[in-house]
């Protein structure tokens, strides 16, 4: 893959940390083990909705090997509640939520007391041993129930409704009296959550005698949660550590504050010796946030000639009992606002989003961050407009991408766009694809009787946000990250970074960054990361930020670093700094590469020996710089996604036959990794759009709290995901000029998948608009049941 940016920058290195995996060699938060270590277990709510009359912890307390019993009552004095509440949305109803619960549940999964044992075993079975009686409360499962009325979740509100945002922009009901064809459906979203391979978990370690907090977690943003266990707690917050060394996948399910968690740094605190908790599989389906549970009412307006006049969209989405904290439930409603109709010129757009409770477990934050929805509305109403106006849907998007001659955009979502690489994308598409004898394909395999699909899917993926949504709102979430890197006494090159390791192979990009900044070979840089009390306050893995702000950081931090360098061998050798390079680990003569002293030679000098320096300032050896977007709230990455799909008409079941992802996102780091990111994104997107969905039942019992009922996909279900880089000039002003590319293969994927079904299935005069598209959905569609 071509990039100009220097070497070993831009190269495909495998994954540094893989070698230490393979050998055993992991620090998860399971591998920790601590002087006098305890182990807990959470007791949780059975019923949907019931209040808590009383709670005897007496046999519990009595097993040999427990050493106490918490409930709501006894953590609340020691943490404090909190409220999911967003500077930018005042009248976002956010109620008071404990870390275990101390008079109402409100969800199947609740915490309602903490055990603490020798062992995880003996502390399970002493929390079957707790009585606790309940008074059961009406459920609110059903999300429009919520929205009209219903049993009210939190008297005190007075409303079921969290927030209700809208947005309108240009003459929308002259644009639909216009159109020629109007297309209004209604598309269901599933429920779904992350499953990453390791669950949370965490190990809180208490020290009384400093009031000194160690939290070893599995999380994606340390110091947001260093700063929220300090501010709960009562502890001052630099005396709170959290270490998130390596973390086996996360997805944005873990870059929240969650009761579980924080009521075992209570119980830490209460007991003065270290507490571990890790999340069983079942528990975590229920306990872990959840995502995506939207019922939109969409609309499109289409002229004669194919021209999209407007969009109209109106969003139901079900968060759960409480606002998540600390970032609020406003996410997932407000980028369907931010982000119909986002590929296209268009001029007119009336959008709605609500939110509401509901006692279904908690809905937050999870890959892509309603993104999905927003595509996946707006291409499934392309799709829909063009077939009832007799158009090829391929050309209605290509005759309304936005083009370069239209930068910057400025969408009629507010949002405004300095570049967009759409048009791009669909060239290359059309380079890669022969995209008329697929159209082909599909129509003989329909004459044969057999149901073949053709998807699209163009995309939008805004990705590194600044300071607007979440400082601008009052959110201890920050939008900057920091890298420290120092020269080390033998030459070699240690930083210290911000940004953290989730397994998507950042810290094997911040180390290409720094050894392209420096001129020093990637086996002489070693990177920390995940660690509260060594780096910078940064914020984490969110957002596909991590290479586009913490890389550039490393390189400002990396760049002036050398800079001192050179100065240094400069004066050593009597000549102009601008007249020396650093080139693999050596200083040369930048005219001839002639070598004239070693790092390590000037690492002994720096460090050892600075008397011999001529007179000027003392080396320092080491650099830090920190970086976060100022210019703007996003960078924004783009591509389209293609599915060709066969259905069977007599199961249901779906084949995916063919994927293919074009996609840019400026310039590239690591192509490897980027391409990893992508491919497991789709498959996540393909999960939603086919197999994945948690189920309630209408008293807010989970029906698929395992992973014999919550469908994953397998290797056996995917295809071959081909993948074609656009290198559209990279972003101005900013650096490397990197964009983000973590949610990008989801946020396209399951929009295109839909659309495949639902091309196979318009023609049996049939159609689809609810996701997953399982085998039973199929065949009520097509009238088979």
């Not at 290195?13 to 277990?41: E, F, K, N, S």
């Not at 700094?577 to 000098?605: F, H, M, N, P, S």
């Not at 994927?659 to 491919?679: M, S, T």
């Not at 559209?728 to 983000?740: K, Q, R, S």
């Amino acid at each position: 893959m071509s990039t100009d940016l220097p070497a070993p920058a831009g190269e495909p290195v495998p994954h540094r940390r893989t070698w230490r995996l393979l050998h055993g060699r992991g620090r998860y938060v399971g591998d920790i083990r601590l002087p006098g270590l305890l182990h807990a277990a959470v007791l949780r709510a059975p019923h949907a909705h019931a209040s808590i009359d009383a709670i005897d912890t007496a046999a519990a307390a009595a097993v040999p090997g427990v050493v106490a019993v918490f409930t709501g009552a006894d953590i609340a004095p020691v943490c404090a509640p909190w409220r999911g509440t967003h500077g930018l949305y005042p009248r976002l109803a956010a109620p008071l939520q404990h870390a275990v619960a101390v008079d109402t549940v409100r969800w199947s999964g609740e915490p309602v007391a903490l055990v603490v044992a020798a062992s995880r075993a003996v502390a399970e079975d002493a929390a079957a041993l707790i009585a606790v009686d309940y008074t059961p409360r009406p459920a609110l499962a059903d999300p429009e129930a919520a929205r009209c009325g219903g049993p009210l979740l939190h008297p005190d509100l007075g409303t079921n409704v969290c927030l209700t945002a809208a947005h309108e922009a240009g003459d929308v009901d002259a644009a639909f009296a216009a159109a020629a064809v109007v297309v209004e459906k209604t598309f269901r979203f599933g429920r779904h959550t992350g499953v990453p391979l390791e669950p949370r978990g965490l190990v809180a370690d208490f020290d009384p005698s400093e009031r000194r907090l160690t939290v070893h977690h599995s999380h994606q943003c340390p110091h947001q949660m260093q700063h929220e266990f300090a501010r709960l707690l009562g502890l001052a917050e630099q005396r709170v550590r959290v270490i998130a060394l390596d973390v086996g996948g996360a997805f944005g399910i873990k870059q929240q504050l969650y009761g579980d968690e924080i009521a075992v740094c209570a119980a830490s605190l209460l007991l003065g010796r270290p507490v571990a908790w890790i999340a069983d599989r079942l528990e975590s389906f229920s306990a872990d946030i959840h995502a995506r549970e939207h019922v939109v009412r969409g609309r499109i307006a289409l002229s004669a000639d194919g021209d999209i006049l407007a969009f109209a969209v109106d969003d139901l989405h079900a968060i759960g009992p409480y606002s998540q904290y600390p970032r609020s439930s406003a996410g997932e409603g407000r980028a369907v606002l931010a982000q119909t109709g986002a590929p296209y010129r268009y001029r007119a757009l009336r959008a709605r989003s609500t939110a509401v409770f509901q006692t279904k477990g908690m809905a937050g934050h999870y890959r892509g961050v309603g993104q999905p929805i927003a595509c996946a509305v707006t291409e499934a109403l392309v799709d829909r407009a063009a077939r009832k106006a007799g158009l090829d849907p391929v050309a209605v998007r290509r005759r309304n991408l936005v083009r370069a001659a239209d930068l910057p955009w400025r969408a009629p979502t507010g949002l405004v766009y300095p570049r967009l690489a759409v048009a791009d994308c669909m060239a290359a598409l059309d380079a890669h694809v022969d995209l008329a004898a697929l159209r082909r394909d599909c129509d003989d395999a329909r004459r044969a009787g057999r149901m073949r699909g053709l998807g699209l899917a163009t995309f939008v993926e805004l990705t590194s946000r600044g300071p607007g949504f979440y400082g601008a709102g009052g959110v201890p979430v920050s939008s900057r990250d920091g890298c420290t890197v120092r020269l080390e006494p033998g030459g070699g090159v240690r930083a210290l970074a911000s940004v953290t390791e989730q397994g998507q192979g950042t810290e094997t990009g911040i180390v290409q960054v720094i050894a392209a900044a420096l001129g020093v070979p990637l086996d002489t840089v070693e990177v920390i990361t995940g660690d509260t009390a060594a780096t910078f306050h940064g914020g984490g893995t969110w957002g596909s930020r991590s290479m586009a702000i913490g890389g550039e950081a490393a390189w400002r931090a990396g760049r002036a670093l050398r800079a001192e360098i050179l100065d240094l061998a400069a004066r050593l050798l009597q000549a102009d700094a601008a007249a020396l390079d650093l080139r693999d680990g050596v200083i040369v003569e930048a005219a001839t590469g002639a070598a004239r002293l070693t790092l390590a030679e000037i690492a002994a000098v720096g460090h050892f020996r600075p008397h011999e320096l001529p007179a000027g300032p003392q080396p320092q050896l080491v650099a830090s710089a920190s970086f976060g977007p100022l210019d703007g709230p996003f960078r924004a990455g783009s591509g389209i996604q293609l599915a060709v799909v066969e259905i069977d008409p007599d199961s249901g079941a779906v084949r995916l036959d063919r994927f293919v992802v074009v996609h840019e996102c400026g310039r590239v780091v690591n192509p490897l990794l980027v391409d990893e990111q992508i491919r497991g994104g789709v498959a996540q997107g393909i999960g939603a759009a086919l197999f994945e969905e948690l189920i309630y039942d209408t008293d807010g019992q989970l029906l698929t709290g395992s992973l014999a009922d919550y469908l994953l996909p397998t290797a056996a279900d995917l295809c071959d995901i081909e993948l074609v880089h656009v290198h559209a000039a990279p972003p101005e002003g900013d650096g490397l000029g990197l964009i983000g590319v973590g949610e990008a293969g989801t946020v396209g994927a399951a929009a295109a998948v839909l659309n495949a079904v639902d091309d196979a299935l318009a023609a049996r005069g049939a159609s689809i608009a609810q996701i997953p598209c399982t085998p039973e959905r199929i065949l009520t569609a097509l009238g088979t049941i």
